[in-house]
């Protein structure tokens, strides 16, 4: 995951290397992210999320949609 | 001696020396055999709990701290670590609890974007961060995603 200035510099980047939209997102979001996925990495209890978990930690986030599935859908 | 015990200790050790330990280091801080922590480190790494250097044993990743310097530095009140990417860069401090600064830079352009975070919460969060591989996919290539 990398970090830009702005959308227009995200499209910039992609058409450079001809590359598609993956999901752009706000630093915010992505500070959410990580505090959804990490806080507790230092716990000696911790173990991997499921599959469930890491989409529930997406959603909270605000990062839905097939880009961000890992269960297949329905 | 659990792979849970490597994995604290290899997380600990990594924070407070800013390198993760050897298989050598392990063994000899957990008093344990090399050949058992050997098997931990692959263990841990088929799980997808750490990423070794391809064909070694040497720890390359074990989120969200980089063995290896990239263009996600953080700086906390407990030293200078490197984030695989700005989500794990962001997940230092998350992880810690702690303030840091992070020296992003935009990708595009290069220009800096500093990243703080103090007292738990994101400043000069003006940026925009962006994933170019699918969630189901990011372990086709842990390195690139």
Known sequence: MLAF??????????????????SAFTLEQAWSLANG???????PAWRRK????????????????????????? | MTDGDVRVHLMERFLAEGRPPSVAESA??????EEDVAAAYRRLQEQRVIVLAP?????????????????????TER????????????G??????????IA????????????????GELRDGDGVAHFAVPAARWWDNIGHT
């Open chain 2, 104 to 119: 992003a830079s935009c990708a595009d352009c290069g220009d800096p974007l500093p990243i703080r975070v103090r007292n």
């Open chain 1, 5 to 22: 200035r702005s959308e227009e510099h995200v499209d910039w980047w992609l058409a450079a290397r001809r590359l598609r939209r993956g």
């Open chain 1, 37 to 43: 996925w990490y806080s507790d990495r230092l716990d």
């Open chain 2, 79 to 90: 030293g200078t670590y490197y984030g695989n990417c700005i989500w794990d860069a962001l």
């Open chain 2, 92 to 101: 230092i401090p998350a992880m810690l609890g702690c303030d840091a600064t």
């Open chain 2, 55 to 75: 064909g070694t044993l040497d720890v390359w990743m074990a989120a969200p701290l980089s063995a290896v310097p990239t263009p996600f530095p953080v700086e």
């Open chain 2, 28 to 33: 000899a801080a957990l008093d344990a055999s």
């Open chain 1, 50 to 74: 499921t599959p469930e978990e890491a989409e529930a930690v997406f959603a909270a986030a605000g990062l839905t949609g097939d880009f961000w599935r890992l269960r297949p859908s329905d």
